[in-house]
């Protein structure tokens, strides 16, 4: 039998690009996971950061009212119960650390602030005060930033919760433990929530 050179080299040659095959499809794997996983930690990101903008506007109302309050109770001191409320609904805002325990504490602070501002409608002078017109202006301002924030993190909730769905990063979703983010929904009857006006 005569040793043909020509047939090693051509073995060497076909298991060369084998290998190079296989290490090019491990590249383009890793590549896909890395890619797939860094556009799921961005879309995270985008929601966390939508989620602290509502916090800041949330703290942002909570730090207008005590203003609010002193302002009111130079013309309605007797109303201790609705103070004592919105105060106790300020701690729970503060100490609120996830969407669900935000929602319940501005649930309960929106009731107190609504039963305030009730309360307002009963001194005229206190409705023509500067101080108070003021901070009214200022917290009809928050309330639009706080449902602005609100909009905003509900859609990039959609778009995380989309991204985490979709092939194939619903592979590897699990897998690095991106869990779908919940909304931050209204509570049960606040459509029913009166609008008070201060003209």
């Known amino acids: 039998m005569k040793y043909a050179p020509?047939?090693?080299?051509?073995?060497k040659k076909g298991l060369l690009?084998?290998?190079g095959a296989v290490v090019l499809v491990i590249v383009v794997l890793i590549a896909a996971v890395a890619s797939t996983y860094n556009g799921l930690v961005s879309k995270r990101e985008s929601v966390d950061n939508a989620g602290a903008q509502i916090q800041t506007y949330l703290q942002r109302r909570a730090d207008l009212i005590p203003n609010l309050v002193e302002t009111v109770k130079g013309y309605a001191s007797h109303e201790e119960d609705i103070y004592t409320d919105l105060a106790e609904a300020r701690a729970k805002l503060?100490?609120?650390s996830n969407a669900q325990e935000y929602t319940e504490a501005d649930q309960s602070f929106e009731s107190a602030l609504s039963r305030l501002l009730v309360v307002v409608e009963n001194y005229p002078d206190l409705k023509a005060n500067e101080n108070f017109i003021y901070l009214q202006d200022e917290l009809a301002g928050t309330e639009n930033r706080i449902a602005t924030a609100r909009k905003d993190y509900n859609d990039a909730v959609a778009?995380?919760?989309?991204a985490i769905k979709k092939f194939p990063a619903v592979i590897f979703a699990g897998m690095?433990?991106?869990?779908?983010?919940?909304y931050f929904e209204a509570a049960d009857g606040a459509e029913e929530v009166p609008t008070v006006s201060f003209e």
Do not use: L, R, T, V
């Open 6 to 11: 020509g047939n090693n080299a051509m073995k």
């Open 17 to 19: 690009i084998g290998i």
């Open 94 to 96: 503060n100490s609120a």
């Open 159 to 162: 778009e995380y919760n989309k």
């Open 176 to 182: 690095f433990g991106f869990e779908q983010a919940d």
